[in-house]
């Protein structure tokens, strides 16, 4: 009886969970409906939102294509608004309407022939205008690219400096459009270097890319963004894209620029080219693509180095407002993790020097150097301590350290700029590398002693043509003896009856080469003075750049002295006549002036008229050689009492 009544007990216990669990099936079964359901819908709103957004980028590209062809067709108005004003105060055009409109009074034609006579101010040429942006709405990736913070903090102390504003144009390449997937500092190497295009996904790419279809597809080792994921293991959007391109005829190349090679080899194997930025990793890489056979219809892809280089647009000795922060910062402090590659850019400028520790990596050091920032030898222990002000008579201020900076950013621009790569990049994808040239006519009037003469001329770079004036019967030959095979000499008589600016407009007429300097034969030139003087016009906007800053010496005195220190890299109203390299065009607008003395003078005064811009480049490579000069003496900073050269010829 006991036992049929534990029996009966366990049953109904049974029962109960049995029921209890039939419950929670029903239950749970419930919540799978719903879940279901929920499902379906979300899948439903995202597809919704998904041409939402779709249908509004495309709204958006179709709205920059319409703002851009506005601008354009602004811009071609006003093109020609300004031909016709021009042809328009012409002298000739002038002339014509005065005999026209007087060929029956004489007394109105004179007049008209008189007034038509005077020289009239030709209207400014109108410059392109920046794209008007939206005001307001979801950003575009890549549109924006400016430094985000104005502080630094050091030790402690919050310092607030002004931004250093990244340039928005113009290219070196317009004739060619890239699709690009780079992280900021790869951008920033990138982005004047040809029409880019950038912020594409693996979803919206086809009509992204369609807008402007580009001639090359160059994709980074991204470790961030959309494309990270596609990289990293290759997916559906990256074979996508890559077909999308093969459709086309569009070179396809990766760009390795860190990681391991391992890593991103499954990818890579999918472009036509594979290029890698550290050397250090070219063994790596011809490993992995060797142990990868290429997938049907695919050959394996070519490989080379682009390695990272100074970007003269964004690596430059442009200063920022105000002094340097009076101090040497370790590279730490410097430049701390959370900035912005922007923000870098403005941190390079910034430091009186920087303590860069052992095993930086060498592009680092030399955009820094281009950007005229003194590196100093690594503290190694002391580097952990605050950051000191300088000793007393070693600021970077100081002749030696400004030398060793100016010759340290020359080095960095020597060992290649990042247009130079890209050109070898170019070549061997089978892309047209052209781009504009910076050759150099130079003109030289021989002041009597024509080895004196030739010996400034001779050791320049990126001379193509030397336009000489000189009374020595074999002026020719010798010029031809010295100047280095290439460059074209021209040799024409000087004649004493004309005023310089005379001689320099025949001699203008002559030139051919994309600049025109001006050197004055009396004066010391360096071996590297054109050269440095070129550069500036790889990095500013100006048709006219010299020296307003530079070193003299006074013979009677046997003085060194400095003219305006503080006018080095900068837009000013004046340089000097004899440090003078100008855009030949321009130049040739408006002309020198029928006078001997002040010739540059009368030439910078139609600049500031016209508004043609003029840049004050560095300090060096140029010593005005003068008997005795007493504005000269008492205007500049005295530097030694002693010979130029180990001042002036850095």
């Known amino acids: 009886m006991e036992s049929t009544r534990l029996a009966l007990r366990e049953a109904m216990a049974q029962g109960e969970r049995a029921a209890e669990l039939a419950r929670l099936l029903t239950a749970a079964e419930a919540r799978i ?68 409109t007087g060929k029956s009074n004489p007394v109105r034609l004179a007049r008209g022939l008189r007034g038509a006579a005077k020289p009239a101010k ?32 050091v030790g402690g102390r919050s310092v607030k400096l002004k931004p250093f504003r990244v340039p928005t144009g113009p290219n070196t390449r317009p004739h060619l459009t890239v699709a690009v997937v780079a992280e900021p500092h790869a951008e920033a190497l990138l982005r004047y270097e040809w029409r880019q295009t950038t912020g594409f996904t693996p979803k919206d790419f086809a009509r992204v890319l369609a807008a402007e279809v580009p001639h090359l597809l160059l994709v980074e080792s991204v470790t961030t963004g959309p494309w990270a994921e596609e990289l990293a293991e290759p997916g559906e959007g990256l074979r996508a894209l890559l077909a999308w391109c093969a459709e086309r005829g569009i070179r396809t190349v990766f760009w390795h620029t860190g990681g391991e090679a391992d890593r991103f080899a499954p990818a890579a194997s999918l ?50 407002a105000g002094d340097r922060f009076d101090r040497v910062l370790g590279l730490d402090e410097l430049l701390p993790g959370h900035l912005s590659y922007p923000d870098v850019l403005t941190s390079y400028r910034w430091p009186k020097a920087v303590d860069c520790p052992p095993g930086t990596e060498a592009w680092r050091m030399a955009e820094l150097a281009a950007c005229g920032t003194p590196i100093v030898a690594s503290r190694s222990a002391e580097s952990a301590r605050p950051a000191e002000p300088l000793p007393l008579g070693e600021t970077p201020d100081t002749g030696a350290d400004a030398r060793r900076a100016h010759a340290a950013l020359r080095q960095a621009y020597v060992s290649g700029t990042m247009s130079q790569k890209v050109d070898d990049l170019l070549d061997v994808v089978g892309l047209p590398s052209a781009r ?24 320049q770079k990126g001379v193509v043509q030397l336009v ?18 290439g460059v074209e000499v021209v040799v024409r008589p000087a004649d004493p009856e004309l005023t310089t600016g005379t001689m320099l407009n025949r001699a203008l007429d002559l030139c051919q080469g994309d600049l025109v300097a001006v050197m004055d034969a009396q004066d010391l030139y360096g071996e590297h003075y054109l050269a440095d003087l070129a550069r500036a016009f790889l990095f500013t906007t100006a048709d006219i750049v010299g020296k307003a800053a530079y070193y003299a010496h006074l013979r009677d005195v046997a ?45 910078m005064r139609q600049c500031r008229t016209d508004g043609v ?10 010593v005005r050689l003068r008997d005795r000069d007493r504005w000269l003496l008492g205007s500049a900073q005295l530097v030694t009492y002693g010979p130029p050269e180990p001042h002036a010829l850095a």
Request: aromatic share 6%.
């Open 33 to 100: 409906a719903e879940a279901e359901s929920a499902t379906a819908e979300l899948q439903g709103l995202q597809e919704r939102l998904s041409e939402a957004e779709e249908r509004l980028q495309a709204a958006q590209a179709a709205e920059e294509k319409l703002r851009r062809d506005l601008a354009e067709q602004r811009y071609q108005a006003e093109v020609a608004k300004w031909k016709l004003s021009s042809v328009q105060v012409a002298r000739w055009s002038r002339l014509g309407d005065a005999i026209r």
């Open 122 to 153: 030709r209207p400014a040429a109108p410059k392109r205008q920046p794209i008007p942006q939206r005001a307001a709405g979801k950003s575009v990736p890549g549109a924006a690219f400016q430094a985000t913070t104005s502080t630094r903090t």
């Open 271 to 320: 472009f036509e080219h594979v290029v890698t930025a550290l050397p250090k990793s070219v063994s790596a890489w011809g490993a992995a693509l060797a142990s990868r056979d290429p997938e049907p219809g695919r050959r394996s892809p070519s490989f080379g180095l682009l390695p990272f280089a100074v970007q003269p647009r964004v690596h430059n000795p442009l200063p920022l």
């Open 436 to 459: 504009a040239t910076l050759n150099i006519s130079v003109i030289m009037i021989d002041r009597g002693d024509l080895d004196h003469t030739l010996a400034q001329v001779a050791p």
């Open 468 to 485: 000489l004036l000189s009374e020595a019967e074999d002026a020719l030959k010798r010029a031809r003896e010295v100047m280095p095979s």
């Open 559 to 603: 003085a060194t002295v400095l003219r305006q220190p503080s006018a080095e890299y900068s837009y000013l109203p004046e340089v000097a006549g004899a440090t003078l390299l100008a855009r030949r065009a321009v130049l040739r607008s408006i002309g020198f002036a029928d006078v001997s003395e002040g010739w540059d003078q009368v030439l």
């Open 613 to 622: 811009k003029v840049f004050s480049a560095d300090r060096f490579g140029y």
